[in-house]
């Protein structure tokens, strides 16, 4: 069982940057593929980002060169970095943690509201 926890969500103008945070509790977060996803107002929830153990990233093309996700392995923690954010970045973000045979876990989602 893995409990993920975000923070680092709030409100912010458009161009501005926020960095979200996610704590794992798992003893073995490093084997874990950590992934960002957002959910918008009467929308899917969608792919953001996400980062393998050996720190391979893949973005959504919307964020590309906007966001950066980063993990500290130490700290059992993986972060986004969102930069120029823009009006229709406004969604709840979901940490996640994905293994092959380990499961699939989420966190229960920060705020983030972008305004114009």
């Known amino acids: 069982q893995v409990q993920l926890v975000e923070s680092g969500g709030g409100l912010v103008q458009a161009g501005g940057s926020l960095r979200l945070s996610c704590a794992a509790s798992?003893?073995?977060?490093?084997?874990?593929?950590m992934g960002w996803y957002r959910q918008g107002p009467g929308k899917q929830r969608r792919l953001v980002a996400t980062?393998?153990?050996?720190?391979?990233?893949n973005y959504a093309d919307s964020v590309k060169g906007r966001f950066t996700i980063s993990r500290d392995n130490a700290k059992n923690t993986v972060y986004l970095q969102m930069n120029s954010l823009k009006p229709e970045d406004t969604a709840v973000y979901y940490c996640n943690a994905e293994h092959s045979w380990r499961g699939s876990y989420w966190g229960q989602g920060t705020q983030v509201t972008v305004s114009s």
């Open positions: 798992a003893s073995s977060f490093s084997v874990y593929v």
């Open positions: 980062i393998t153990s050996g720190g391979n990233t």
